[in-house]
């Protein structure tokens, strides 16, 4: 992914989670809110489909409960909606 675009989905992603790797983020939000930030990556032509390689796992309840992290952060999952 080229240098621009890759920061500006960055961006794009900051406003929605945090990132926890260099291209990982966590993120939680609603279908609605899930919705319009594919529609704002759509918009944007922030991933080249034919070059780039952006995932996105949805988690269930049961999968968040299982989870678990070694470090002292803020719990990010708190809802029962949940896209990552």
């Given amino acids: 992914m080229p240098a621009i675009r890759a920061q500006k ?3 794009c992603l900051d406003k929605y ?12 939000v609603s279908k609605k809110k899930f919705n319009k930030l594919l529609a704002e ?6 991933v080249h489909k034919k070059y ?3 995932r996105f ?3 269930c309840k049961d999968c968040v ?7 002292i952060v803020p719990d990010p999952f708190v809802n029962e909606e949940l896209f990552v």
């Fill in 9 to 11: 989905l960055s961006e």
């Fill in 41 to 46: 990556i759509e918009e944007k032509k922030l």
């Fill in 57 to 59: 796992y949805h988690l």
């Fill in 17 to 28: 989670g945090r990132r926890v790797n260099y291209s990982v983020y966590e993120i939680e």
């Fill in 52 to 54: 780039d390689s952006v």
């Fill in 65 to 71: 409960q299982k989870s678990f992290e070694l470090a």
